[in-house]
């Protein structure tokens, strides 16, 4: 069973910074592409990052801007979401997921209403002063 346990997330003032972590088992880590989605009051859930453990390839969304870095611990099965110069427009809930298919976590980031197989529960981020 594909288990993907999101935490790390909380209050944090504008310019802090945040690092989520993903903890992944059920399936061969090394072999998938695993990644953030994050949702806001109100708004569409967006993608943010993934991660292909195979060659370590990362993609970001645009609106990144190399304010997140996403990387990942082999040897923990982990992959966090480093978040620096956090803004009020980062407040959502963030999600890990998981998909075999490194161009279709791609593109479900790129293409709203496309959607990786696999979602762990989310982690509140919320920057507030």
Known sequence: EVQLQASGGGVVQPGGSLRLSCAASGFPFDDYTIGWFRQAPGKEREGV???????????????????????????????????????????????????SRWHHVVHSIIVPGFSPDYWGQGTQVTVSS
């Open 49 to 99: 990052a993934c991660l292909r453990r195979q060659n370590n390839e990362k993609y970001y969304a645009d609106f990144v801007k190399g304010r997140f870095t996403i990387s990942s611990d082999s040897a923990k099965n982990t992959v966090y979401l480093q978040i620096d110069d956090l803004k009020p427009e980062d407040t959502a809930v963030y999600y890990c997921v998981a998909d």
